[in-house]
């Protein structure tokens, strides 16, 4: 059997004081001599005192606790977004409990359940299978903001477009096989290889060419999810550059290139999304796509924030860019074709229709 844990009482009989005297020394609200008020820390310490989570809770009215579900934490990206909405949320005082649910339904609804039962203040849904109107009723009076839908101001992020800008800047460097790899998690609002499938068949039947359906791979957002879908798409052959759903299949992309003995980007470019930091650490460094997530988390905090203070919001739409970030994992074609052979390092020269950084 464990020690039985330490009481206020017990602390406050070993110092010779009142219960409400040590709670004044822990809480600061009342001054205590200096005398007191180390014989009563000297005591916590040696009982080992620790002050009831859910007893200050009760006291407060408040956790000082955010819940956070999010569909898992094994991607960089996801770890950089965590790590930054812990820090946004640090600002107002309140930490983050994490729970993860995966892509199932039901696990994230126990989780939401879960959090909005007097855990946590307020909740943060990053799930993408769950809808801002189901999380707001399982979270009853709970707080809650879901990331990117909410009704009031949803974020508008344009991955139709992101796509076409991806196509024209590896068509004008003269890339003409191009394959993709999904990412199940990218865009909430429709499934991703739907959404780039008519994407490219657009682009493709306007420049006269077609789509073979075999050059889009389904991915799960993992580097075994990169390898099987590069493996699956140069099949096809003639492959000059594929682009990925998300940096962590992308990774998977320049593993499959080093087991195969395929160079990066002189047999096959390779464009990310997310820009985590492993990207630029990569040989050779890779462009991909900048994920704002500094922006999406400022703004959905500020949501949060706002539910928890019971104050209004002007209803509106916010349009975050998402630039191509250039660095040296995409060849330019047209110069191999003329026996040149140069990699497309940055050139000092944006390209105008196409919002991107040069590093």
């Not at 000082?64 to 812990?86: Q, Y």
């Not at 657009?202 to 099987?228: Q, T, V, Y």
């Not at 990774?251 to 990310?272: K, M, Q, T």
């Not at 500020?302 to 002007?314: F, G, M, W």
Request: charged content about 25%; hydrophobic content about 40%.
């Amino acid at each position: 059997m464990g020690k039985q844990a330490a009481t206020i009482v017990d602390v406050a009989r070993a110092a010779g004081v009142s219960p409400s005297t040590v709670s004044h020394a822990l809480s600061g609200k009342r001054e205590i001599s200096l005398p007191v008020k180390e014989r009563i820390f000297k005591k916590i310490r040696e009982l080992d005192y620790r002050p009831s989570f859910y007893a200050q809770a009760m006291k407060r009215n408040s956790t000082g606790m955010i819940g956070v579900v999010v569909n898992e934490c094994r991607n960089p990206s996801a770890s950089l977004f965590l790590d930054t909405l812990a820090a946004e949320l640090e600002k107002y005082s309140y930490k983050i409990v994490i729970g993860l649910a995966g892509l199932d339904h039901r696990k994230g609804e126990e989780l939401l359940r879960h959090f909005s039962a007097g855990l946590v203040d307020g909740v943060i849904n990053l799930l993408p299978q769950i809808t801002p109107e189901e999380a707001q009723i399982l979270c009853g009076s709970t707080p809650v903001v879901t990331n990117i839908r909410e009704k009031l101001i949803p974020v508008r992020l344009d991955y139709d477009q992101l796509t076409r800008n991806i196509l024209n800047y590896l068509w004008d460097l003269g890339h003409r096989r191009i394959g993709y790899i999904t990412s199940p998690s990218r865009d909430p609002h429709r499934p991703d290889g739907e959404a780039t499938r008519q994407i490219m068949t657009e682009f493709l039947k306007s420049h006269g060419e077609e789509l073979d359906p075999r050059m889009i791979a389904e991915g799960d957002d993992s580097i075994e999810g990169g390898i099987a879908g590069t493996e699956q798409i140069m099949r096809l052959g003639n492959i000059t550059a594929i682009f990925a759903g998300n940096d962590q299949t992308a990774f998977g992309i320049y593993r499959w290139a080093y087991l195969n003995g395929v160079r990066i980007p002189d047999d096959i470019s390779v464009i990310g999304f997310d820009d985590v930091p492993q990207a630029a650490t990569l040989i050779p460094p890779m462009t991909t796509v900048r994920f704002p997530v500094q922006e999406l988390v400022t703004h959905t905090v500020k949501l949060l924030i706002a539910k928890l203070r019971q104050e209004t919001l002007p209803p509106g739409q916010i349009t975050l860019d998402m630039p191509l970030v250039i660095r040296h994992s995409v060849a330019d074609r047209k110069r191999i074709s003329a026996g040149r052979r140069k990699k497309a390092l940055p050139s000092g020269k944006k390209n105008k229709t196409i919002p991107s950084i040069i590093l």
